[in-house]
């Protein structure tokens, strides 16, 4: 094992730390300031705040610290549904720099937060707000009662996903009670950071990859505990029956059957309601999740000091580290439980198959679509070389290089499976930025810089009529054919070309895609490009409605809205799959995201209402869970991600609330889609 010995640090020598609580109240602290923040899609970006933020609440400095009146009861009125975790909307804030507080906290142990109750009941929290998490004390406070809220500074790492581990965002006050809203007050009577009193700087997270300060009741500590889970699972297991009306591949032999054509189709019925039709013609409705595999990582790199002990580099755990340096934690307990990883998935599709999910869905590991026991999906994307990139996210379909490359991804990833029955279909690409596409980011040989000066010349006989009517001052049609995006205004006549580009691309993509994919491999399904659920363009979904044999669309929201992929289908009138939807678990596993996060049982009864709410759409096929596993508390390295998100722990246990939200989807799914109208 690689033991971690941690650096010393000044952690010794830092002294207690009182906050002015004048800060708060202090003009000079109001300026903006700039952070990352991350959203509950995965992404994040730099957004602007006050040093100091102030919302529903009102502040006056008064003796022996500050006083806060509150003038709304916190609860988030926007919200129908009242969540353990919604969102806060009554808080105080003050950044690091708002409060003169150090940027770095390494080397301290403890936030303390002294509050003094006013005269009527309250509820408080101390939050630590990180790039990506929240460490939050939550107290209930009785009329005058003064209490101290502790939060653990050392777990800052477990909020920062990728960011420097000890640079939290801001210090937060949050206010909620129950009841109308009027006027309920508080003071703060100190803030205080307390330094470690040891020089070494404490680990975060354990050697099985679980944060090392809480207890919950399935926490491993050992490997005996490890291999011990697996006969307490099988016990479960035994008592669980899968779905009776259920065909070979997952259908629903209780309604009609059609033709059979030996591979997975769709299909419209009498009443209107779409379908996936399994290869056997039975009605098929697409339950499962994402990421069925052992790859997710966490890089140790200039923070190995986090971690409690690393796997070996050498010996039976060597691929626990991937070709990057990360290590996979999630891997690293699957070897030492199961032995190999063929174990684990012959275990795995016994869960799924108990439990009731039928397909295997995006992002899962060879392994596990290898097999031919549950159905499965594929995934393909259009990053072709460097040399052909118009912008981040997309390549240039007009150029022939693109193609070439396109058709041998095709040639190696889809016409070797063109016989598997067991394919549902390919997704093409995830979460492509169709609402800013950027096409004259594209470098000056891209073939796209040709559509766009013939274009330009289409409508204008020449550079000075473009640029009368676009109000720009280009010397050459050379000049129009290097435009950078950021040259042309996003209004009037420059507008109108950037789109009708956008159109003629998306035009090639769709129809590109669809053509070489279904040369390699003509027996299966094109299942879109897995749009995020904020529509693009009226233009851009009719487009792809003419080419796709599936919408796919990833939604994390509550519940699905009607409305909202309504518009998807009457734009394009193809049935619609959701590829990823999630909710994050408020609990002691890992401290909850900077969104709102949800209970065990509001997971359970939550996870449900989604995916029947969705098969209530008579254009709906499936709905896909995002992921299998609990992601890495430390964060992937791509972006940071880090939450509690999956159906098993990091230890390959499962949550039991999900397994029973599962079961109870699988049970209802089929006679929910069958009465959708």
Request: charged residues 30%; negative net charge.
């Amino acid at each position: 094992m690689i033991f971690i010995f941690h650096k010393r640090s000044l952690a010794g020598m830092r002294e207690h730390l009182t906050v002015d609580l004048k800060n708060f109240v202090n003009p000079l602290r109001q300026k903006d300031e700039a952070r990352f923040e991350a959203f509950n899609d995965g992404y994040g970006a730099m957004v602007v705040h006050k040093q100091i933020v102030a919302e529903n609440v009102r502040i006056e400095e008064v003796e022996g610290g500050i006083r806060v009146t509150a003038t709304h009861n916190g609860r988030n009125e926007k919200n129908e549904v009242v969540l353990a975790d919604a969102k806060r909307v009554t808080f105080l804030e003050g950044t690091c720099t708002g409060l003169d507080l150090p940027h770095n906290w390494r080397g301290y142990d403890k936030v303390e937060l002294t509050i003094t109750n006013g005269s009527k009941p309250l509820t408080i929290e101390g939050i630590i707000v990180g790039t990506r998490g929240r460490i939050i004390d939550r107290r209930d406070l009785d009329p005058k009662q003064t209490v101290t809220l502790v939060m653990d500074a050392g777990d800052v790492p477990l909020i920062q996903g990728k960011h420097p581990p000890y640079e939290p965002n801001a210090l937060r006050i949050a206010v909620l009670w129950d009841g109308p809203h009027e006027e309920r007050d508080f003071t703060i009577n100190t803030i205080a950071m307390l330094p470690r009193h040891s020089e070494d700087v404490r680990p975060c997270v354990d050697r099985f990859g679980q944060r090392i300060t809480a207890r919950w009741p399935e926490k491993i500590s050992s490997e005996e505990e490890l291999k011990a889970a697996i006969d307490v699972e099988n016990a479960e297991l035994e008592k669980m029956s899968p779905p009776s009306d259920r065909s070979r591949f997952g259908g629903w032999t209780g309604g009609p059957r059609w033709e059979a054509r030996g591979f997975f189709g769709v299909h419209r019925d009498e009443n209107g309601r779409w379908w996936y039709v399994d290869p056997e013609g039975y009605p098929f409705w697409s339950v499962g999740t994402t990421g069925v595999r052992y790859s997710d990582n966490t890089n140790p790199k200039d923070r190995e000091e986090l971690f409690e002990e690393l796997p070996p580099r050498e010996g039976p755990f060597a691929e626990v580290w991937d070709e990057s340096g990360c290590v996979q934690f999630y891997l690293w307990n699957l070897l030492r439980k199961w032995g190999n990883p063929e174990a684990w998935r012959d275990h795995v599709l016994k869960r799924l198959k108990k439990w009731g999910y039928n397909t295997i869905a995006n992002w899962s590991a060879p392994l596990m679509l290898d097999q031919q026991e549950i159905a499965h999906v594929r995934t393909l994307n259009t990053k072709g070389p460097p040399e052909v990139m118009c912008s981040k996210s997309f390549y240039d379909v007009f150029d022939p290089r693109w193609e070439h490359w396109f058709s041998r991804e095709c040639a190696r990833l889809a016409a070797p499976y063109k016989d598997n029955p067991w394919i549902i279909g390919y997704f093409v690409d995830n979460e492509k930025k169709w609402m800013r596409m950027k096409l004259l980011d594209a470098s000056a040989d891209c073939a796209v810089r040709d559509q766009w000066v013939n274009l330009v010349k289409e409508r204008y006989d020449s550079v000075d009529s473009f640029n009368t009517a676009a109000g720009l001052s280009l010397e050459s049609w050379d000049a129009v054919a290097t435009m950078r995006d950021e040259d042309l205004p996003y209004e009037g006549v420059s507008q109108d070309l950037r789109r009708e580009l956008e159109d003629r691309y998306t035009e090639r993509y769709f129809s590109e895609v669809r053509r070489i994919l279904k040369a390699a491999d003509p027996n299966h399904l094109y299942l879109g490009c897995r749009f995020v659920k904020m529509h693009p363009r009226d233009e851009i979904i009719r487009t792809a409605g003419k080419y796709v044999d599936v919408m796919s669309v990833n939604s994390y929201s509550l519940v699905p809205d009607r409305g909202r992929f309504q518009h998807w289908y009457d734009l394009s009138q193809k049935p619609i799959q959701i590829g990823e939807h999630q909710l994050a678990m408020y609990g002691t596993r890992q401290h909850p995201p900077t969104w709102p996060a949800f209970t065990e049982n509001e997971r359970r009864e939550w996870y449900p209402k989604y995916d029947l709410t969705f098969a209530s759409m008579p254009f709906s096929v499936g709905s896909h869970w995002f992921q299998w596993a609990d992601q890495c508390i430390t964060g992937r390295p791509s972006n940071g991600e880090n939450q509690m998100i999956g159906l098993v722990d990091i230890t390959d246990q499962p949550h039991p609330e999900m397994v029973e939200a599962v079961r109870d989807i699988a049970s209802k799914v089929y006679d929910r889609h069958a009465s959708s109208k």
